[in-house]
């Protein structure tokens, strides 16, 4: 028996989890169940983070958990759940396989088989936001050297097990040279291990065009955090709706299961949503319980279901299916043919041994840090730039003012009249000499900056790493 800890969440929650509990019970998986609340209901008695302390408690100790989508209220300062749970236990992969039941479900892309898999935990999300100046608020992307090691190695890992042929790699360091170019630069270090698996690299603007019109292409995909959550999204629609995928969450203790689409408050209480997508993420959760044998009996039964055209509104279309049925008839469709192998859609045989082979981070020794000058935020909506720079001229030291740059675009020296400007300034200070910066230099600057009147709103110091520079240069620069 396995403990597993369960949510009904919001919206269609509660009716997709009785649905998926019902046929998980008829299949006798081996589950003891523990109920947790978490959602709106917990958000709205003022727990802003929509879960208690019960809760994480009982999450921990069974380290399984199946989660119904839940709704986060807009505004009131509510952290999403969702984003908080994934980090909180460690939940780095985020993996969601999305592939066609041509012709039986209608999609564009009948050959489509794909995974995408997900960073889970920071990019973006890491929800480190402020507002600087009047007109400028920013979001820090942070991407760690481990975060993408441990991604890139699980689905490299995941490519192994499951026999896929190829992984692809989705960034943008064309523009995000550092961030993005470190994901970029540690899956070509991984894939270099995995010698009989394919990889290739996409930006992600045409890779993910490719991806919604050509599905076949891919295989296994791996990308930051919030590429991973849109790319997503999309790769389980045009396999033929959103509410077919289910999702898995998985960290070195923990792994949370669910679909992955959301509580969809439109259809919420009217037996119509498909319970598809956490029925999935379920199976996902007995395969990495070890109960491949009831995995396998409730995917075939749902396999037979769905090319018997006993289809939800979702993907009820009246040329292939046959019978248009709620969330509950659909569920005991379901069960009613449990024990049964699908005719056309391939049975389900799945790996028994799904341990993949992910070794702990290990830290590399630290490369020599040199300090070569200071990036300061300015709040100023004075004039000229000219007239900012004469001012920043005097907190000079062995670092000189090199650069204004005005969101990124290089407006002084020599800037353009047609650069619309901001409140926002970054004004770069840089050794010339090649020497390191003085430590006391920065400080030095600041408190001149006080006394000038301007007002530095962050800094940013700039250091190389082993002889390599750590930050980007200014566009145009
Ligand atoms: P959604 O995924 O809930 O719904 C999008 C569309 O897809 C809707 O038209 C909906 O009716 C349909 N749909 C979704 N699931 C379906 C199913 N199983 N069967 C049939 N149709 C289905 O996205 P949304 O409307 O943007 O978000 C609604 C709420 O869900 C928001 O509060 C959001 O924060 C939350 N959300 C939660 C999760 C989660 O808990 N993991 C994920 C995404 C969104």
């Given at each position: ?13 509660p009716?997709?989890?009785d ?39 009982s ?6 958990f ?6 986060t ?12 749970m994934r ?5 780095y ?33 890491a ?24 991604i ?9 097990l ?6 692809s790699?989705f ?6 040279k ?20 394919a990889s ?17 292409m891919f ?13 997503s ?9 959103v ?14 299961f ?18 598809s ?28 279901t ?13 040329e ?5 049925v709620?969330?509950?008839e ?11 192998l ?27 840090k ?11 909506d ?12 005097s907190?000079?030291?062995?670092i000189?003012?090199s ?26 200070f ?5 020497h ?12 001149k ?20 520079r750590?930050y ?6």
């Amino acid at each position: 028996m396995q403990k597993v800890t369960f949510a009904k969440g919001d919206g269609i929650g509660p009716e997709i989890m009785d649905a998926t509990m019902k046929i998980l019970k008829a299949a006798n998986a081996r589950i003891e169940w523990e109920e947790i609340q978490v959602g709106e209901q917990v958000y709205l008695s003022g727990n802003t983070s929509g879960i208690d302390k019960s809760a994480w408690e009982s999450i921990r100790k069974n380290k399984i958990f199946l989660k119904a989508p839940i709704t986060t209220p807009q505004g009131g300062g509510y952290k999403s759940l969702n984003v908080t749970m994934r980090k909180s236990l460690g939940l780095y992969a985020n993996v969601r396989p999305c592939n066609s039941f041509h012709p039986f479900v209608r999609t564009k892309h009948p050959e489509m088989d794909v995974v995408v898999i997900r960073e889970n935990e920071e990019d973006l999300y890491a929800g480190i936001e402020h507002q600087q100046t009047d007109e400028v608020v920013q979001c820090l992307k942070l991407i760690t050297r481990p975060g993408c090691e441990k991604i890139i190695r699980y689905a490299f890992e995941y490519a192994k097990l499951y026999k896929r042929k190829k992984v692809s790699c989705f960034t943008k360091d064309n523009i995000m040279k550092h961030t993005d170019g470190l994901f970029h630069r540690i899956f070509k270090e991984i894939a270099s291990e995995y010698p009989d698996i394919a990889s290739d690299n996409w930006i992600i603007d045409i890779g993910a065009a490719r991806l919604a019109d050509t599905p076949e292409m891919f295989d296994v995909v791996v990308m930051p955090n919030l590429y991973g959550d849109v790319v997503s999204d999309i790769t389980a629609q045009i396999s033929g709706s959103v509410g077919l995928a289910g999702s898995s969450n998985i960290g070195a203790s923990c792994a949370m299961f669910e679909a992955i689409h959301g509580s969809a408050p439109d259809i919420a209480g009217k037996n119509i949503a498909n319970p598809s997508g956490l029925l999935r993420g379920a199976v996902m959760m007995l395969n990495h319980i070890g109960q491949q044998d009831v995995a396998e009996k409730i995917t075939n039964a749902w396999a037979c279901t769905i090319e018997e055209g006993i289809h939800t509104a979702d993907i009820y279309k009246e040329e292939i299916s046959k019978q248009l049925v709620g969330t509950v008839e659909f569920a005991d469709a379901v069960i009613e043919r449990l024990g049964k192998l699908p005719e056309h859609i391939k049975a389900a045989s799945f790996a028994k041994d799904v341990k993949l082979n992910l070794p702990t981070y290990k830290r590399r020794p630290k490369a020599e840090k040199v300090l070569k000058g200071v990036d300061v935020f300015v709040d100023w909506d004075g004039g000229r730039v000219d007239d900012l720079a004469m001012k920043l001229k005097s907190l000079e030291s062995d670092i000189k003012l090199s650069m204004i740059t005005n969101r990124g675009v290089k407006v002084w020296p020599e800037g353009f009249e047609e650069t619309f400007c901001t409140d926002h300034w970054r004004c770069r200070f840089e050794v010339e000499n090649g020497h390191p910066a003085h430590k006391l230099s920065i400080p030095q600057a600041l408190a001149k900056a006080l006394e000038v009147g301007i007002d530095v709103i962050k800094t940013e110091n700039l250091y190389e790493f082993d002889g390599v520079r750590g930050y980007s240069l200014g566009q145009g620069q």
